[in-house]
């Protein structure tokens, strides 16, 4: 899983199967978290975010779960594409900061055929 | 335009030149980001215009950086004097005020300081 300022860890999965990519976040006053994904290349793309009244939310095949007890954010993708191959980044709002976001350093995730 | 434009997408200098990165956000977003990401690593906030408001300028490394947003639209992000250290990517973003956390982003200037 990540956790900010660890190095970039990776997931690797065969297609198909579905991916959890974890993300631990620092500040406790944090109350929005988002979830971006970075194809080689490109800039980050927005995916999934929750606020901190909620523990979970679902997407179109993803869902983020927040466990605000242990500061712990995760992404599930389900059946995981070859496309789906990216680093995912985590990031929240810099204690309640209503622009500000602190990015974590991502996890890159590899899909195999 | 429909998304965040950057230009150049590519820009190699040498140590001690002067660049310019330019950034045209998504229309009508207010807000505007300059970030600067290193090779495998997050995203390093530098600075922040919001309106008419004073940019927040917190993150910026060293005072060879700077930048300005003109009319409320284009942003230039200015790199006096570069170092070898400056290479990266440099990505803007822009968002709304309706959804000010959600941060729209471009594919980013690579900097390449020889």
């Known amino acids: 899983g990540e956790s900010v300022g660890l190095h970039l860890p990776t997931l690797s999965v065969q297609e198909g199967d579905n991916s959890i990519i974890n993300c631990a976040y620092s500040n406790s006053a944090s109350d929005y978290f988002i979830w971006y994904k970075q194809e080689s290349g490109k800039g980050p793309q927005f995916i999934i975010d929750i606020r901190s009244n909620m523990d979970k939310r679902q997407g179109q095949r993803v869902t983020v779960l927040l466990n605000k007890t242990v500061k712990h954010l995760s992404l599930q993708i389900a059946a995981t594409q070859p496309g789906d191959s990216a680093v995912y980044f985590c990031?929240?709002?810099?204690?309640?900061?209503?622009?500000?976001?602190?990015f974590g350093k991502g996890t890159l995730l590899t899909v195999n055929p | 335009g429909a998304g965040v434009s950057q230009s150049p997408s590519n820009k190699v200098t040498e140590k001690g030149k002067d660049v310019e990165l330019r950034c045209d956000p998504i229309s009508g977003h207010t807000a505007l980001y300059w970030y600067r990401q290193s090779l495998g690593q997050g995203l390093e906030f530098l600075i922040y215009?919001?309106?008419?408001?004073?940019?927040?300028k917190s993150g910026l490394p060293s005072d060879r950086f700077s930048a300005e947003r003109t009319g409320g639209s284009v942003s230039t992000l200015t790199i006096q004097r570069t170092q070898q250290e400056d290479s990266a990517v440099y990505l803007c973003?822009?968002?709304?005020?309706?959804?000010?956390?959600?941060?729209?982003f471009g594919a980013g200037t690579r900097l390449s300081v020889l």
């Open positions: 990031a929240e709002n810099s204690g309640g900061s209503n622009y500000k976001l602190t």
């Open positions: 973003a822009s968002s709304s005020l309706a959804g000010a956390n959600i941060q729209y």
């Open positions: 215009f919001q309106g008419n408001s004073a940019p927040d």
